[in-house]
């Protein structure tokens, strides 16, 4: 409190003592802290009286007021003003406005005090009590009493969410107790009360970053904090859409979160806005190399640097924006070449921009030897041949002695590619692998000479350029023996003849790296040529391993270089990658390198694995099926495994099948418009594969199948394993996954173990239950066209169709679509043509008389007595079904015709038609609607009437009554119900509620029959008759479509004493 009293400025926690009295708080809730002696209170500064009304008027009103305050004054001046014109005028005066009022006058401001500038207005002063508590917050801050101070905090935000200094200071605390996330919110809620402050959300974004340190990779708490970093930069790119801060760091992010692609566009959009930027060129192009399309990617990227340089050379500089051109920016950019394959050019910019780097840029004329490197030769011998050189006009180490001995390389490798031996040959002897002190720096240009000299067959030089890296790699530490090195290692085995050593290295390769594609391809060539079976099948799923693994490189799964993060400037040498753990276990072992004795204990140990799981699907099963959560998790994890494994095993399956289950069928089509030779070799050596192990179309697919089949697998019999297969697909699609249980019942079907019809009938019941209940009508059809067409064609095969999709709770798009109706058309063509046949359709005098099949036959074939292929009504009637679906009226019309010419008596198709009819006639351009509806209430009537009947005779001709008078009843009941539907449909509703009454006649009815021989009763009306098929109780729908009929004519009271009497649930 002494400070107080001096002269000096006071601080800004002296200010907030000087607008605060303490008198203001309550002293209970600060039990700490003592008021000051009233004799400190008169020691501080005073304000004057324009400056205490100054702090009130800014404490006291908002800006809400200060703007309508303005408004009432800008209106006062307006009034003012109006009115003296109009005096003027009155007098005959001229009008002269009134003076401008000055500073200090009425209205005007303060003498003394400067006008405010024009902008956004600045933040309110906090008020007393909140200034306070931000003093005592910072108090416990500094003393470290992070608790006090978060309580603090928490006291002001509860008061006013908009303090900024509240939130940040809360922030630091999380970040000093070391809870990042809390913090990164903090920030984030203090961003937001300044919208505009485009630093701030940066600062937000980067901190965000800075916390992925601590996260580890692909887990959702880093995938969270990517897109809380990426909304900050988002938000500041919305106030400032030219910031290449924001722009770089968004794009930073979008690459961290696997979008290559769309992280080059926005580095493109960067770019466009800072087109001179090296830092965000050199974005550019790292991030080419991940895209999917990297010979688009390489495109982009080497176009962009190509601009920057031509920029650069017109302005005479090598500094760019943010940084200076480098060699190693010559050596990313011929990168782009390599992988467009565009040798030729590649070379021409290569000694081009060395050129320009040596300070020889003048010399232009080189760029006339396209095909001779005699520029980059040590001594002048052949440089003095060519015009306009002059030997000493440039010092001789800008010449050969400049060029980097990795550029030299990459030179050799590019004239290797174009054929100009001579040229590469000259280069090659300037890179002497017996001088470690001129690659030590770039020690991976050994290697691509070293593949450069296998590919012409040199391998005894390949080796000493191999024998140097490995020297360099094994004294300097500048360098790891990768992935790359045991493959060109293995090549030169190979070369040699020493195939057990090739193959070691190629298989360490994969070790090192899994996603490794040349490895792949070398021991795939090496297994091709082997004579067994088995060693090509390696080299097949090898080649297919391969082009998945091209066809992901570049959609955020492929492997990188290194770890993604913000790209800045690199600085000093690149660090080599982390060698291989030489402890950490391979996934990946060729099935052709283990022996018997180890095949036959891994088929031992999967054996007592799959006893196992049988075990315990025996001891949970009952507890599953009765509903208990854990033990149905229990069966379908040991199921899983036990079909994973059947699945797994080869000699069950087609070869086609089989690869499919590995994950390796699926075809690899090239997105660009112009394929790597790559692609083409791996993608013709994939079919040559194919070809040789699969047989060919038609032929009997017996080399997959053992000369003796066993009788079971794993000690199971292949029955329990069916059943295993149809209860796993079972209890997927009850879980909701119906496309793992269509999976799990295709793979049953595919395999070669079940093939009798009685399998077969079994797989796809289960496959059609699994559709039904996913409510997939597709799946449906499908499967009810495999029974019409190949299991057993006929009438049960036509109502099985009908049925699944009548079950299957979905529209009827599938049922309807047009490859079910020209299927079902083929199918009454085909019987058409075969009855014809049979009834000497040949001769034109011969009219043929069809034999009948009632729709009541249940056999599953079209023969009548004599043994003949006769027309099924069951068939004919579904495609009127079809397309009376479809408002097709007319044709339905057709075929329910030929089916009443087989089946005049039944009710189906008499009700069928005579519903086509009344919708027909409801049509809008029907003619003759008259007519049409009286045929369609003639076939309507027939079908009541028959149906009456029949229930009438039944009953008449059964000796018990007990069996059939339930159905009976349930018949009578659907016979009035849909006539009165069909009066409700053409709104004669008096008629209608005529037969709803008759269905709550019959339902009322309770015969003795109903009593079963237990005594007990079994149709009471209630309900009950809804357990099979036809024997639906219909007195509800008709008592509530009493009710709704009721209430549309107005009777309230109708419609309440039918709900009452029918609609009540007890």
Request: with cysteine.
């Amino acid at each position: 409190m002494d400070g107080m009293g001096n002269s000096g400025p006071a601080g800004p926690n002296t200010q907030v003592v000087t607008q605060f009295s303490m008198n203001m708080v309550d002293p209970s809730l600060f039990p700490g802290i003592a008021p000051p002696e009233p004799d400190t209170m008169m020691t501080m500064p005073m304000m004057d009286d324009d400056d205490d009304d100054d702090v009130a008027s800014n404490i006291s009103a908002d800006s809400d007021a200060l703007e309508l305050r303005a408004e009432v004054e800008r209106f006062d001046l307006q009034q003012e003003a109006f009115v003296a014109r109009q005096r003027a005028e009155a007098l005959g005066i001229p009008y002269q406005p009134p003076p401008a009022r000055k500073k200090g006058g009425p209205g005007g401001r303060k003498r003394g005090k400067p006008r405010k500038s024009t902008g956004p207005r600045k933040a309110a002063k906090l008020p007393p009590d909140i200034q306070f508590r931000m003093s005592l917050a910072n108090e416990a801050f500094q003393q470290k009493e992070y608790d006090r101070t978060v309580a603090h905090l928490s006291e002001i935000i509860r008061i006013n969410s908009e303090v900024f200094s509240a939130w940040m200071l809360l922030s630091t605390v999380h970040e000093t107790l070391g809870h990042r996330e809390q913090a990164v919110w903090c920030r984030i809620s203090a961003a937001h009360l300044t919208p505009r402050d485009v630093p701030q959300w940066i600062s937000t974004a980067e901190y965000a970053l800075e916390c992925l340190e601590a996260l580890e990779e692909g887990t959702p708490e880093r995938e969270e904090m990517l897109q809380r970093a990426y909304v900050c930069y988002t938000q500041a790119l919305e106030t400032d859409r030219a910031n290449i801060t924001a722009r770089t760091g968004r794009a930073d992010v979008i690459m961290m979160q696997g979008n290559a692609s769309k992280a080059l566009a926005e580095y493109q959009k960067a770019l466009n806005y800072r087109p001179w930027n090296i830092r965000t060129v050199r974005n550019i192009a790292d991030v080419a190399l991940d895209v999917k399309d990297r010979r688009k990617g390489a495109e982009i990227a080497r176009g962009a640097y190509r601009r920057l340089v031509d920029h650069l050379q017109s302005g005479g500089t090598f500094e760019a924006e943010e940084g200076w051109f480098e060699w190693s920016d010559l050596r990313i950019y011929l990168e782009f070449f390599t992988i467009l394959e565009q040798w030729q050019q590649g070379a021409q910019e290569l000694k081009e921009i060395s050129r320009w780097l040596l300070g020889r840029r003048e010399e232009m004329y080189w760029d006339g030897w396209a095909d001779d490197d005699r520029e980059w030769d040590t001594i002048d011998d052949r440089r003095v041949m060519v015009p306009g050189y002059e030997p000493a006009k440039f010092p001789l180490e800008s010449y050969g002695n400049g060029l980097p001995p990795d550029l030299r390389a990459k030179l050799y490798v590019f004239r290797c590619k174009l054929g100009l031996e001579y040229e590469a040959d000259l280069h090659l002897q300037l890179l002497d692998p017996t001088r470690q002190e001129d690659f030590k720096d770039f020690p991976d240009c050994l290697k691509d000479i070293a593949v450069v000299l296998l590919d012409r067959g040199r391998a005894d030089d390949a080796i000493r350029y191999l024998d140097l890296y490995r020297n360099i790699a094994a004294d300097t530490g500048e360098a790891a023996l990768d992935a790359d090195f045991s493959v060109c290692q293995g090549r030169y085995h190979m070369a040699r003849g020493e195939k057990a050593a090739a193959e070691e290295c190629f298989i360490a390769a994969i070790e090192d790296d899994e996603d490794h594609i040349e490895a792949r391809v070398q021991l795939a060539n090496m297994y091709e040529g082997e004579e067994m079976q088995e060693g090509r099948e390696e080299a097949f799923l090898l080649v297919r391993e391969a082009m998945n693994l091209e066809a992901r490189r570049g959609d955020g799964t492929g492997r990188r270089r290194g770890p993604y993060g913000p790209r800045k400037p690199r600085e000093g040498k690149p660090r080599p990658r982390k060698p291989r753990d030489p402890n950490r276990k391979s996934n990946y072992v060729p099935r052709r390198l283990i022996n018997e004795e180890k095949r036959r204990q891994q088929e031992l140990e999967m054996t007592a694995e799959a006893v196992k799981n049988f075990d315990l699907l025996r001891e949970v099963q009952d507890s599953a099926f009765a509903g208990d959560e854990q033990a149905q998790t229990d069966w379908m994890k040991a199921a899983k495994h036990l079909i994973d494994d059947f699945r797994s095993y080869k000699q069950f399956y087609p070869w086609e099948k089989y690869i499919k289950f590995l994950g390796y069928a699926a075809n690899v089509q090239g997105g660009g418009a112009a394929v790597p030779a790559r692609n083409l070799k791996l993608a013709a050596m994939e079919e040559r594969l194919r070809l040789n192990l699969a047989p060919a179309e038609g032929q009997d697919q017996t080399i997959r199948v053992p000369i003796k089949f066993p009788s079971d697998h794993r000690g199971v019999s292949f029955h329990t394993w069916l059943d295993l297969f149809l209860n796993y697909a079972f209890a997927l699609v009850r879980a909701g996954h119906h496309r793992e249980a269509y999976v799990v019942c295709h793979s049953a079907r595919d395999s070669i173990v079940w093939t009798s019809s009685e399998s077969t009938f079994l797989i796809h019941v289960a496959w059609a239950s699994c559709a039904v209940y996913a409510g997939d009508e597709e799946t449906c059809v499908a499967i009810a066209r495999y029974f019409m067409r190949d299991y057993m064609p006929g009438t049960d095969s036509y109502r099985m169709f009908s049925a699944m999709c009548r079950v299957c709770q979905t529209p009827v798009s599938w049922y309807t679509s047009g490859p079910a109706q020209k299927f079902i058309l083929r199918q009454i063509k085909t019987m058409d043509t075969i009855v014809m046949r049979q009834d000497g359709a040949d001769d034109p005098d011969h009219h043929p008389q069809h034999p009948e099949t009632t729709g009541n036959d249940s056999s599953n074939n079209n023969a009548n007595a004599n043994g003949e292929i006769a027309l099924d009504v069951a068939l004919l009637t579904i495609y009127g079904h079809i397309l009376f679906t479809t408002t097709s009226y007319t044709y339905a019309l057709s075929y329910f015709a030929r089916a009443a010419s087989l089946d005049p008596s039944n009710p189906l198709i008499n009700l069928s038609t005579g519903l086509a009819y009344v919708h027909y006639a409801l049509k809008r351009q029907a003619t003759n609607r008259q007519y049409l509806l009286t045929q369609g209430f003639a076939f309507l009537f027939r079908y009541y009437e028959d149906r009456l009947a029949a229930t009438a005779t039944a009953s008449d001709s059964m000796e018990s009554f007990t069996a059939t008078a339930k159905g009976n009843v349930a018949q009578r009941q659907e016979a009035h119900f849909n006539i009165a539907r069909a009066y409700s449909l053409v709104g004669l509703t008096a008629l209608s509620v005529e037969y709803y009454k008759k269905v709550l006649a019959e339902g009322s009815a309770k015969p003795d029959s109903y009593v079963n021989g237990d005594g007990a009763q079994e149709g009471d009306g209630d309900g009950d008759g809804r357990g099979l098929l036809g024997d639906e109780d219909l007195k509800v729908e008709a008592a509530f479509n009493i009710r709704t009929l009721c209430y549309l004519l107005g009777d309230i009271e109708g419609a309440r004493a039918v709900s009452e009497e029918w609609l009540v649930l007890e």
